[in-house]
C-alpha cells in the first residue's frame, strides 16, 4: 500500500478476523485496521493523514520514508576490501556499493557466490 510516499505493510488475523498494517521505512510507529479492503486502505490513508496533521501542530517535521541514508556495520576487514574493490573500478565508496545493492536486488538469484539459505 503507498500513500503520500509512505508504505503499509498487512497482516492478516484469521482468528479475529481483522486486517493489521503498519507503515514501514521509518521509525515512528503508525498502524492501522480494517475488517475489509476499502476499510483498510481508508485507515491506512487516514493514519497517515494523522500523523501528518499531529507533526505539523507539533512544528515537528514528519519523518520521510527511506531518506536514501543506509548505516551499515561491516567488519573492518570488509570495509577495507570494498573500498579497494571501488577504486579498482574508478568509483566511490558510495557508488560501488549502490551498484552491487542494485544489481542484487534486481537479480537476487543470479548475483553472488555468497548465496544463504533462510531459516
Given at each position: 500500500m503507498n500513500y503520500k510516499g509512505y508504505e503499509g505493510t498487512v497482516t492478516y488475523d484469521d482468528e479475529a478476523k481483522i486486517f493489521h498494517g503498519e507503515?514501514?521505512?521509518i521509525s515512528d510507529m503508525i498502524t492501522f485496521q480494517g475488517?475489509?479492503?476499502d476499510e483498510l486502505e481508508q485507515a491506512f490513508r487516514d493514519s497517515i493523514d494523522d500523523y501528518l496533521a499531529f507533526c505539523k501542530k507539533k512544528k515537528h517535521s514528519p519523518e520521510k520514508p527511506f531518506s536514501g541514508r543506509l548505516l551499515l556495520r561491516i567488519p573492518s576487514e570488509t570495509?577495507?576490501?570494498v573500498t579497494i574493490a571501488a577504486k579498482k573500478h574508478g568509483m566511490s565508496?558510495?557508488?560501488y556499493i549502490k551498484e552491487i545493492i542494485d544489481e542484487r536486488s534486481k537479480n537476487p538469484k543470479k548475483s553472488s557466490?555468497?548465496?544463504r539459505k533462510r531459516a
Open positions: 507503515v514501514i521505512g475488517t475489509s479492503v570495509h577495507k576490501e565508496l558510495n557508488s557466490t555468497h548465496n
